[in-house]
């Protein structure tokens, strides 16, 4: 790296502080990029991203909750640009759709209980006076009250520290237990307080105790989550409250009689339970604290656990003496350890794509939150993840990127899905709160482990259960869940319309979603076949799983037409037959209860079989008018419809959809054509413009975890990588000089010559691999990894020339198979 660019660039003045010290990256991240959506000040269509303090994967994610009184809205990571906040709360997810889960273990800092209602977040709820700040381990918000309120976070514990007006009527604090974010568009998933406990110590300096909620987008039963709280000021009084249970649908969120609104009881003593243990229906639990007149700054720490009381004591103790500075210090230097220091950019000669480069990696390493140790449900010495938020978002591209870039994290993941399977019977699709859950494809964990095979991640991995825990996917029906949403089979896990795809090698409309789930199902077989070569005991058994994954061929109508162009995926019946009143262009609804899920059928998921692209190509008529349909889904104006909560930030109009990920390999598939790579370049260009910045609203959809962050950067990087095979398709690179971290403990180093975005100079003219000339628009894993002396090159040469230099192999085509 030249560190003296860096020097000159953004670092200067951290740098001459601390001469000798390692680069600030944290210094080039924005947190609020995807916080905002297409109407800006609100978050609708918006990234949903978490711009509160967390460690890297942290297992508590501290940030502000904010009201949203819109049916179309909702606070997916509790932060909305302009709503009022209820709270501020200690577990959160980050950029997620549907319904929210958690927002709990909550801190309210008020200066009056004049007009309040303890039970009434709408009494107490505070606007902001000014934009809310953040940095990397560090959030800051100002309340109309006047209170200031910072906050920090360890691996497990927040730190929060309030600054009170001094001339407050009062200084008052307010933990109500039962807090958790709600929806209001997709009722079915909502969040449930169930219970808690509450204790005091007897100077109201400490409390702690559990809540138990429910609900959220995975549709989870009860979980409980313990927590410590501690003051640096002892309080002059601290009260427990109880009220009645109030559910968001008994009626209408109010309860019914004079008083719409439940009414705090105050109770004496230092302990108090919602309800009989375990009982749903228990009463609302609260403390209010009182701080002493002559305080101005009252500092919080809250350890939370998912095991026990003491174990959230402990996690407490990761912050010393409530020292903000020191805390956000030691988040901060995670992150650059971890994470930011992993990728290198020499070329910071602009600073806008440097910032997206690394608010886009920060924003990669939220989710899953590293419970390891934290597993309620078994013990075992596998790492544990939870809050796979969920793998059909992130195993086109992010699970890749941690398996090149970080490979120790990928084997925790990898490791963490097979002690699953071991313990639950299934791998998750989704899971959060310790609960499998939901299921919007195909059993998509098969392609994350596959990726991981056959690019030899090995570490702690047992592959004789990674396969088998595979074929539980592949063989085992799971039983119907009778989600409300789609009822005709499982959403919790593995693969809910098995019995067709076992039956006819399809899945019919019989079950929901029947397109989209044959060419996810097609997928996850051939991830079978790729793991089955090596771990099958007979190669019959891989021979199956390959024949099976040309399950999106048998439902491949050559009849139907679409703007000009024949033969398209279709819901086809067990006699053959296509069901009535297909569109190629439209899913309808477009989600659970669709023929496939928030993407065309026809249209986008005809693009999502990377393993046998020459039937593709073949079957879309050869390759000139595969190229043609490949440009169609690019002109603007074509889209006839929406595709359900997919939608790109409400603003694109072409076919693509540049903001949900079944699309996301599409700009690319030029290169399996020869010749035509600067195609594919040339959309990477278009669609990076058109809707990545640095702004809140910086982002075409949802984070989705990390998923379209991890898309942002291959792109800049000038890679693809085509999951489940040890295959990268190549692009361009937007900076001139970068080296990677790959393969743990050797780098890449990748240089463009002639970048000149001004000029137009960003098509490649030639490329040389580790030294190498090189006329194939690819490379494989071992390329990139399997250097002797671990450091690999990419060294293109650009230039504004549309040159057909990739005259070579074409990718490859490993599930090809002619039925
Ligand atoms: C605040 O109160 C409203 C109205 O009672 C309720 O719908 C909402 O769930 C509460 N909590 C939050 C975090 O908005
Ligand atoms: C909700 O917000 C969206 C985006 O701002 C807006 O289009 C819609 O009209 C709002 N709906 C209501 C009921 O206010
Ligand atoms: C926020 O609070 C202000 C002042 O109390 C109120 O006018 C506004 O409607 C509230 N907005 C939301 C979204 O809660
Ligand atoms: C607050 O943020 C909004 C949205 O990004 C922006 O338009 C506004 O100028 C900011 N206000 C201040 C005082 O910075
Ligand atoms: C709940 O709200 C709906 C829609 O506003 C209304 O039709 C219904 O009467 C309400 N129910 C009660 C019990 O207030
Ligand atoms: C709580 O304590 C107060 C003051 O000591 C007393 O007046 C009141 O009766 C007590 N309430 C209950 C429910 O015990
Ligand atoms: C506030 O007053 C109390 C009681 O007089 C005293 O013990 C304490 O030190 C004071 N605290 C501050 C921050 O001045
Ligand atoms: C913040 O903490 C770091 C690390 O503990 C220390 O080096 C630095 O001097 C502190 N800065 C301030 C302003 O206290
Ligand atoms: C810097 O990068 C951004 C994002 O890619 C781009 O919009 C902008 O045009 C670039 N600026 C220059 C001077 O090339
Ligand atoms: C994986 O290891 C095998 C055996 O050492 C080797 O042949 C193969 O090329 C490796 N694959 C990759 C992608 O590194
Ligand atoms: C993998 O797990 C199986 C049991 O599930 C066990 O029999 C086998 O020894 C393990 N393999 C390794 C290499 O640990
Ligand atoms: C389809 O073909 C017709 C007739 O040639 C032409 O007018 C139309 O623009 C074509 N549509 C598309 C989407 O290319």
Not at 693 to 720: E, F, Q, V
Request: glycine share 10%.
């Amino acid at each position: 790296m030249k560190l003296t660019l860096f020097v000159a660039s953004f670092g200067a003045a951290f740098l001459a502080r601390k001469a000798n010290a390692a680069f600030d990256y944290t210094s080039l991240v924005n947190l609020f990029i995807g916080t905002q959506g297409s109407v800006p000040g609100t978050s609708y269509n918006g990234g949903n991203v978490f711009p509160g303090a967390a460690r890297p994967f942290g297992a508590v994610k501290v940030g502000i909750d904010t009201t949203v009184f819109n049916l179309t809205i909702d606070a997916n990571a509790g932060y909305t640009p302009n709503g009022n906040v209820t709270a501020i709360t200690m577990l959160h997810e980050s950029g997620t759709g549907g319904a929210p889960k958690y927002g709990v273990i909550p801190q309210m800092p008020l200066t009056t209980l004049e007009g309040v209602n303890l039970l009434d977040n709408l009494t107490y709820m505070q606007p902001r006076t000014v934009n809310d700040t953040a940095s990397v381990g560090y959030y800051k918000t100002s309340l109309a009250n006047g209170i200031v309120a910072e906050m920090t976070a360890s691996m497990h514990a927040g730190l929060m520290q309030y600054t009170y007006p001094s001339d407050s009527d009062g200084k008052y604090l307010l933990a109500d237990l039962s807090h958790y974010l709600p929806t209001q568009d997709e009722a079915v998933a909502e969040q449930f307080y169930s219970n808690g406990h509450l204790e005091t110590s007897d100077d109201g300096s400490m409390y702690g105790g559990y809540g138990t909620w429910r609900g959220g987008w995975n549709e989870a039963p009860d979980y409980t989550v313990y927590f410590c709280a501690s003051f640096d000021t002892a309080p002059t009084s601290a009260q427990l409250f109880s009220g009645p249970f109030t559910d968001p649908y008994w009626p209408n969120g109010t309860i019914p009689g004079p008083n719409p609104h439940p009414i705090p009881t105050f109770v004496n003593g230092t302990s108090i339970t919602g309800g009989t243990t375990g009982y749903q229906y228990a009463d609302r639990i609260g403390a209010l604290f009182e701080f002493p007149s002559n305080a101005t700054t009252v500092r919080s720490k809250v350890g939370v656990s998912w095991i026990s009381y003491d174990k959230a004591c402990s996690f407490a103790n990761e912050i010393s003496d409530f020292d903000m500075n020191a805390t956000i210090y030691a988040t901060k230097a995670a992150w650059n350890d971890q994470v930011l220091s992993k990728i290198q950019i020499a070329d910071t000669s602009n600073a806008t794509r440097v910032e997206m480069f690394y608010s886009a990696l920060y924003r990669a390493h939220l989710l899953p939150s590293d419970r390891t140790g934290e597993n309620p449900y078994w013990q075992s010495d596998e790492p544990y993840y939870d809050d796979f938020y969920t793998l059909w978002d992130t195993f086109r591209c992010l699970n890749s990127f941690y398996l090149l870039v970080e490979p120790e994290v990928e084997e925790g993941i990898v490791r963490t899905l097979i002690d699953i399977w071991r313990h639950e019977r299934f791998m998750p699709d989704g899971r959060s709160s310790n609960y499998n859950g939901r299921v919007q494809g195909g059993s998509n964990a098969d392609n994350v482990l596959a990726d991981a095979y056959i690019k030899n991640l090995t570490g702690g991995i047992n592959w004789t259960d990674g396969y088998a825990a595979m074929k539980t996917d592949a063989l085992i029906t799971p039983p119907n869940n009778f989600d409300p949403e789609d009822q005709t089979g499982s959403t919790k896990e593995g693969r809910g319309a098995l019995p067709d795809w076992l039956a006819y090698g399809f899945v019919t409309p019989n079950f929901s979603r029947s397109v989209s789930r044959t060419v996810e199902y097609s997928l996850n077989d051939f991830s079978l076949y790729q793991v089955a070569l090596g771990e099958a005991q007979t190669p019959v058994e891989a021979a199956v799983f390959l024949d099976r994954s040309a399950g999106w061929q048998r439902i491949w109508n050559r009849n139907i037409s679409s703007l000009n162009f024949t033969g398209f995926l279709a819901p086809t019946y067990a006699n053959g037959s296509v069901a009535p009143g297909y569109d190629p262009l439209s899913c309808g609804s477009c989600e659970w209860s669709a023929v496939s899920y928030e993407a065309l059928p026809g249209w986008e998921y005809s693009w999502t079989v990377p393993f046998d692209m020459v039937s593709l190509i073949d079957f879309m008529g050869g390759a000139a008018t595969f190229e043609a349909r490949l440009d169609t889904m690019f002109i603007p104006g074509l889209k006839t419809g929406a595709v359900g909560s997919g939608g790109s930030n409400g603003i694109g109009t072409t076919l693509f959809n540049p903001g949900n990920e079944p699309g996301f390999s599409t700009p690319f598939l030029y290169n399996y054509l020869g010749g035509r790579q600067w195609k594919s370049v040339q959309r990477s260009k278009e669609v990076v413009d058109q809707y990545y910045s640095t702004d809140p609203s910086g982002l075409p959809g949802n984070s989705d975890a990390g998923a379209i962050d991890s898309w942002l950067m291959w792109n800049l990087l000038g890679l693809y990588p085509v999951v489940t095979q040890p295959v990268y398709l190549l692009l361009r690179p937007w900076f001139s000089d970068v080296t990677l971290s790959v393969g743990g403990n050797g780098t890449l180093r990748i240089t463009a010559e002639g970048l000149d975005e001004g000029v137009g100079s960003y098509f490649v003219q030639s490329v040389r691999v580790n030294g190498l000339e090189w006329n194939k628009g690819w490379v494989s894993h071992e390329d990139l990894v399997g250097t002797v002396d671990g450091r690999a090159t990419l060294e293109f040469v650009l230039g504004t020339e549309q040159t057909a230099w990739d005259t070579g192999e074409v990718p490859p085509s490993p599930g090809h198979v002619v039925l």
